[in-house]
């Protein structure tokens, strides 16, 4: 209908390695990107700033967990910890007179330094201990955090961050805030279509599929953990920097706690595991809907004219959010990418019969 | 050194870490029977609880009638969540099954709150708060009841994987087709390891919210719990036990030392830095089954 | 006429497909009987469809998300294609899958213990577990180590004889002989025909080592590609000079001669 395809059929190995094997999704990567330019005027910047924004962000941020945990295969539970990481560092570095375009790459290389503390727990671990260690490595590094004034900011454990400035250039509207994101969220995206055309790309999924038989075949599988930790973690950083910088303007320790690394691995799994637009619908699925249903049960109960405690409506959102991991877990355990590329491979065809691969 | 105030020190540290085996005891359950770690303990822990609560107060049924009531309900809650969610992912890599569980953990505790509001209530077993004395030693009653408690379902559970019943779900955990073949019910088998494992949550629910109020604090024994369930080896009832007493008695005492010099709340970092340091040196803990490497 | 021959057989399996994950047609058709009482192998390369085949019948596709999208499967007469599996290991149908995969942290015993069905009593099972020890007296011997530790011989003993705790009517047999030594097998097929002869247990063999598993089983089926390509009496595939190249090693090994394979095939059209 939409694609005009009767499949997809490669007859070389150029077409096979394109980073858009349809016509068609290309056409539709460039109509959502012209969108997203044009979000500041169309989109009031209540939502701009309040689900935009934080969207993109987090979508920059699953990207990166991705990368480690969906083509990597190693599962992260201390993310948040690693970002929390880029976020002081950079926040730091800024109040201290770095320029912030340095700022954040400090923020970056300090969380990929640190990232990669974890990857030494993956090569001697991996599957359920690699989650349980990252955990663990998560708690330590919220107890230095909570337990260092020098670092989390004084006795209230707050942390003001400067004045975001970029080519200098004082960044302080919402519009300014969103393209930063923006900038941010599809240079992430580039980088990760890129790289799954890259020997990397194919040597990170190696490693995941089986270490010992990558190691067989000639690839490191020591080295390319490293380096997928610590690119995810440089992600991680930055985008944990611009958290702060773009969105809550104030950095403290709860921003990256436990329940946030899952939050993170949520938004990765649920979204699929190496998906890349499944990232972007997971972010939005986990950050969006218990607000929104939060909201539909408020204006339900009006409604009806019920009262409906505050206290519930306090903890509907957290009792959603969890749901919702667990129905899309049950629906389809690799997660909203696959279910629309279902779609999308049923309406490249349609009205004839089923995609066939 | 004063002796007495370590011996004091160790001795409820032991008792202590018995409560978090009671906990613990829970995870390995689940694990021993269809490896599954299983991260809504925690979550189930505070259902226990709150579930207890509601039918003591709520309702106004006396704790003795209550808490075998809630045992019943939470039965039929663990049963349900194999039905509803763990059968539909069984042989699926770990990190959905992890994800899942996290998953309904959340769902658990959201709910929880949702329903039952998240201002802290009181168990209030009737247990004495005059603590005993042994010589110049204090020790705290319900402490020793609680690791009485986690004793019995030892015992309890040691009897029960000898049994017909309990070898079944040790082969499920070593293989889901294996054990499909020669008939056994994996699916009944499962519900039934998250079935006791949500009468355990009871348990621990029960004793933990008489020491520090029932409240969202009750999930957060979850990672004490893994990691005494994994210092013992996951799936050794008996390594729960000891990897439980193990890790009070180090947490009380190192906090002990550690604290002047940190300015307090070591115990947290004390905890993740044994998870850490088992997984890294002896993954399969004290007492876990290796995995036999074939030929 | 018909009739007769369908009460004769224990199992019949008519033009059975299998889809896996919806999309792989992994047999197409497959049509096996097993006459009660006797032994049947099921002979074919690597990838054929042979333990396809043997899980279509004993309900284990739905496990690996298979299933059986035409054709019907009736055992003793009662159609069991939509049965659980554990249903037909209540009837009668038991499946020893492929890899020797014996519950490793259990001991021997407790392998035993943990299949016996529901409701059997404690002296019943203790009767089976006899036998099964007299069956295999190595077995008795390592009786409380650890499964995962006894060598691949005993292991393969110890999955037929926690099979045999289920009190089947039907065994299935995937590849016992896998990475045995010779004489291991020998040991193991000739108690199998014990077992047959004695109690009279009908046997489905799957076997790459057709030359030993023609030796004890009355009649064989070929499998290529998930078709039957052949049917015959042991004796009968035995002197078909396909089978005795392909599959007895028998005949030329001469690598002239290795070009012809295609043509010589006869039967894959
Ligand atoms: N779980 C599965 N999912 C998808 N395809 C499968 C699955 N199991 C088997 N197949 C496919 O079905 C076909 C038949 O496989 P099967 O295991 O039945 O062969 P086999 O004859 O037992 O081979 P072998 O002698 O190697 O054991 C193969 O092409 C295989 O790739
Ligand atoms: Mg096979």
Known sequence: ?357 | MDWVFLSELAINGALTGLLYSLFAIGLVLIYKASSVPNLAQGGLTMVGAYVVLALARDVGLPLWLAIPLAAVVMFGLGFGIERVALRRLAGRPVVMILMLTLGLDIFLRGTTLAIWGGTSRSMELGVSYDPLFFDDIFISRIHLVGAGVALALFVAFMLFFRTRTGIKLRAIADDYMASWSVGISVERGVGLSWALASVVAVAAGVIWGEIQGVDQALSLLLLKGLTVAVLGGLDSILGAVIAGIILGVVENVVSDFLDPLVGGGSRELIVAAVLILTVMIRPHGLFGRHDIERV | MQEKVEAQNILSMNSVEVLYDNVILAIKGVSVQVPKGEMIALLGSNGAGKSTTLKAISGLLKAERGRISRGEITFQGVDITEALAQERVEMGICHVIEGRRVFEHLTPDENLTAAAPRGMSRSTLNAEKDKIYGYFPRLAERKSSQAGYLSGGEQQMLAIGRALVTQPKLLMLDEPSLGLAPFLVEEIFGILQKINKDEGLSVLLVEQNALAALEIVSQGYLIENGRVVMHGTAEALKSNSDIQEFYLGGGETDFHNVKHYSRRKRWLS
């Open chain 1, 1 to 357: 209908m939409f694609y005009r395809l009767s499949g997809v059929h490669h007859a070389n190995y150029v077409s096979d390695s394109r980073i858009f094997k349809v016509p068609a999704d290309r056409n539709l990567t460039a109509f959502i990107f012209l969108i997203g330019l044009a979000a500041p005027f169309i989109i009031p910047s209540l939502y701009l700033n309040s689900y935009m924004l934080p969207w993109l962000i987090w979508t920059a941020a699953a990207l990166g967990l991705n990368l480690v945990t969906g083509w990597a295969g190693q599962l992260h539970l201390g993310y948040a910890a690693v970002m929390a990481v880029g976020a002081y560092s950079s926040i730091h570095a800024a109040r201290f007179g770095v320029p912030w375009e340095f700022a954040l790459i400090i923020g970056g290389l300090t969380s990929s330094v640190i990232g990669s503390l974890f990857a030494f727990a993956a090569l001697r671990v991996k599957g359920l201990y690699l989650a349980l260690t990252t955990l663990a490595m998560q708690f330590v590094m919220d107890w230095v955090l909570t337990h260092s004034p020098a670092i989390s900011g004084g006795s209230h454990a707050s942390l003001q961050s400067p004045t975001l400035a970029l080519l200098g250039q004082e960044i302080t509207t919402d519009t300014g805030f969103y393209y930063v994101a923006f900038g941010w969220c599809v240079l992430v995206t580039i980088f990760m279509l890129n790289l799954k055309r890259t020997g990397l790309g194919r040597a990170l999924v190696a490693v995941r599929e089986k270490d010992f038989a990558a190691a067989i075949l000639g690839v490191n599988s020591f080295y390319y953990k490293i380096l997928a930790f610590a690119t995810s973690s440089f992600i991680a950083g930055v985008s944990g920097a611009l958290l702060v910088a773009t969105f809550f303007f104030l950095a403290a320790p709860e921003q990256f706690s436990v329940a946030v690394s899952i939050q993170v691995l949520a938004m990765v799994i649920v979204g699929g595991l190496g998906s890349i637009i499944g990232s972007y619908f997971g972010v939005a699925l986990i950050l969006l809907v218990p607000g929104i249903v939060n909201g539909l049960v408020v204006t339900l109960s009006d409604g009806l004219g019920m009262q409906i405690d505050v206290e519930t409506l306090a903890h509907i959102p957290n009792a959603v959010y969890g749901a919702l991991i667990v129905i899309i877990l049950l629906i389809e355990p690799l997660g909203l990418g696959k279910l629309y590329g279902n779609i999308r491979d049923y309406l490249m065809v349609w009205p004839f019969d089923q995609f066939k691969k």
